[in-house]
């Protein structure tokens, strides 16, 4: 849950540890390739991929997670959204005939013949604890809770790491700067997934550090969105309540002409446009 400081995965109680289970059970021996039962998630050739050091036949146009679920694992945790955004399904892996480790997201990598890999989907990096609205905006507070930032050694392993493409090494810069203002914008795009932190030289926790940053910005640093206030108080107001009984009565079709014939905003409306007919705002 994003108060709490947890990865975001659309289902707040979900606990994202990597937990998978190989079905078959590993009493099974690879003297016969394993093959998956389930062949109607991917087409192609099978190509062999190596699976926390087992071999796997999998099809060439699955992504890693759809690759081991092919191969008869089943997810527990360390899955979420398989869209690229909950963060969840962080995975390290290397390519035939190469050294270098990779990184990335499960749900995002389509497999290669002979891909070593294995998921790792929760970090243990350091989380500050902390009573949030005993926070000012002042960067100290940062440096407080997390001293670990000045150990920024500006390699750019974690920019080079991040699936978001995230600029974490500018978000670090920034914030050793003060300017939490710009760590939030930079940061805007992080999902949480903690690669950044597994390649980082100074073991640093960005995505936390970044996380914190934005929280700050969003609560204490921007100014507050009086058109959100305005609307607020109008949904408490029960000021809709009538409107949506009104649409909860109409057909499929009469909602369905209703949303087409709509006055939209325009792509390149300013901060003060309103609409011709105000009379729902
Ligand atoms: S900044 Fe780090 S935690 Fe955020 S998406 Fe990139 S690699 Fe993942
Ligand atoms: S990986 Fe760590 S040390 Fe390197 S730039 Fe990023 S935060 Fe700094
Ligand atoms: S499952 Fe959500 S990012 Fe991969």
Known sequence: MWLSGDKCTGNPR????????????RSEQSK???????????TGKLIPVYVMGKQYMVPETLTIMKAMEY??????????????????????????????????????????PNMYLTQIPFYPANRARYDFSKLTSAPEEIYKLYPEL????????????CPMDVQMMDVISALKQGDIARAAMLS??????????SRCMGELPQYHIAQLAR??????????????????????????????????????????????EREMEPPMAGEDWVPVNAEYL
């Open 71 to 112: 191969a008869g694992f089943k997810f527990i945790r360390g899955c979420g959204c398989r869209g690229g955004i909950c963060g969840a399904c962080a995975t390290v892996y290397r390519k035939e005939g190469e050294y270098k480790l990779r990184v990335g997201l499960a749900c995002q990598t389509v497999v290669e």
């Open 150 to 161: 000045f150990r920024c050694i500006a390699c750019n392993l974690c920019t080079k790491a």
């Open 188 to 197: 805007f795009s992080c999902i949480q997934c903690g690669l950044c932190a």
């Open 215 to 260: 929280r700050i910005y969003g609560s204490k640093i921007v100014p507050r969105a009086e058109h959100l206030g305005r609307a607020v108080k109008a949904i408490n107001e029960g000021r809709h309540e009538e409107w949506l009984r009104m649409l909860m009565k109409m057909s499929e079709e009469e909602l369905h002409s209703r949303y087409q």
């Open 14 to 25: 979900r606990v994202l540890m990597s937990e998978i289970e190989d079905k078959r059970g």
């Open 32 to 42: 016969s390739l394993p093959v998956g039962p389930r062949s109607t998630t991917g």
